[in-house]
C-alpha cells in the first residue's frame, strides 16, 4: 500500500495561514491525494482531494508537486476551529479498496 | 446528506464478553470499514467490506471479527473482549469505485465512533 509521511505535530496562530505537508514517494500515477480532518471527540471528516492539479474548496486548498510525491494542504485563515488532526492519504485504483490512514499531523491553534 | 451511525458512543465491557459494535450507513454503499484508533498510533484497520458477506482483514484483525449481512449494516464482534481491546471504534463507508471514474473521488464517511472499556 502507498504510504504518506507527515510531521506528527505542527503549531499556528490565529488567522494566520497553515502549510500542512505531506509526502508520498510511492504514489503511483493514478492514486488520488486525499485529505481528512478528525476533530476532537469526532470521527474523520472529508476536506480535500487531488490527482494532479491544485484544488481549492471553501475549507482548503490542496498544491501538488509537479511529481506528485507531495502535497501540501493549506488553511488560508487558521481558526480556533480547524484544530484537529490531519490526514494525507492516497486513494488507490484496482484491487482493494480499503484507504490507509498515517497517524496524522496535529494541528494546534493558537487565540 | 450521508449518515453513518454506530449503536453506542460508550460502552463498557468486562473481560471475556462478547461484544458487538454495530454500523449502519443510509447511502448504499458498498464499501464499509471499521478502525480502531489509539493514542499515538493513528487509525488502524480491522476488517473492511466490499459487498453483502464479503469481507477482508485490515492490518489488525486478530481478535475481532465481522458480519456484512445486509449492505446498509457492518458489525464488528469482539468474540472475548480483552483490556487491550479498549480503544475508540470508528465505522466508515464509501461507494464502489471503478476505474477512472470519478467515484474515485469520493470521500469516506464516519460515523461519530464507540469508545469502548473493556474492564
Known amino acids: 500500500d502507498a504510504k504518506t509521511t507527515q510531521p506528527n505535530s505542527m503549531e499556528s496562530n490565529e488567522e494566520e495561514p497553515v502549510h500542512l505537508p505531506c509526502n508520498h514517494s510511492?504514489?503511483?500515477?493514478?492514486?488520488?491525494i486525499h485529505w481528512y480532518r478528525q476533530l476532537p471527540s469526532q470521527g474523520p471528516e472529508y476536506v480535500i482531494h487531488?490527482?494532479?492539479s491544485n484544488v481549492n474548496n471553501r475549507m482548503a486548498s490542496l498544491a501538488i508537486a509537479e511529481d506528485r510525491k507531495s502535497s501540501t494542504l493549506i488553511l488560508h485563515r487558521a481558526t480556533l476551529r480547524d484544530a484537529a488532526v490531519y490526514y494525507c492519504?492516497?486513494?488507490?485504483?484496482?484491487?482493494?479498496?480499503?484507504?490507509?490512514f498515517g497517524k496524522g499531523t496535529k494541528l494546534t491553534v493558537n487565540p | 446528506d450521508v449518515k453513518v451511525t454506530q449503536s453506542s458512543r460508550y460502552l463498557v465491557k468486562r473481560t471475556g464478553e462478547k461484544v458487538f459494535l454495530e454500523c449502519v450507513q443510509d447511502?448504499?454503499?458498498?464499501?464499509m470499514f471499521w478502525y480502531r484508533q489509539d493514542p499515538g498510533l493513528g487509525l488502524r484497520l480491522i476488517y473492511f467490506?466490499?459487498?453483502?458477506?464479503?469481507?477482508e482483514k485490515g492490518d489488525i484483525p486478530e481478535g475481532y471479527s465481522v458480519s456484512r449481512e445486509k449492505k446498509e449494516r457492518f458489525s464488528l464482534i469482539l468474540e472475548s473482549a480483552s483490556t487491550n481491546q479498549t480503544s475508540m471504534y470508528l465505522c466508515?463507508?464509501?461507494?464502489?469505485?471503478?476505474?477512472?471514474?470519478?467515484?474515485?473521488?469520493?470521500?469516506?464517511?464516519f460515523g461519530p465512533g464507540t469508545r469502548l472499556t473493556v474492564l
Open positions: 492519504i492516497l486513494r488507490p485504483q484496482g484491487g482493494s479498496e480499503k484507504l490507509v
Open positions: 510511492t504514489i503511483s500515477g493514478t492514486d488520488y
Open positions: 487531488g490527482l494532479t
Open positions: 447511502m448504499d454503499h458498498e464499501n
Open positions: 467490506s466490499y459487498d453483502v458477506k464479503m469481507k
Open positions: 466508515a463507508s464509501y461507494p464502489l469505485g471503478v476505474g477512472f471514474s470519478q467515484k474515485y473521488t469520493d470521500t469516506q464517511y
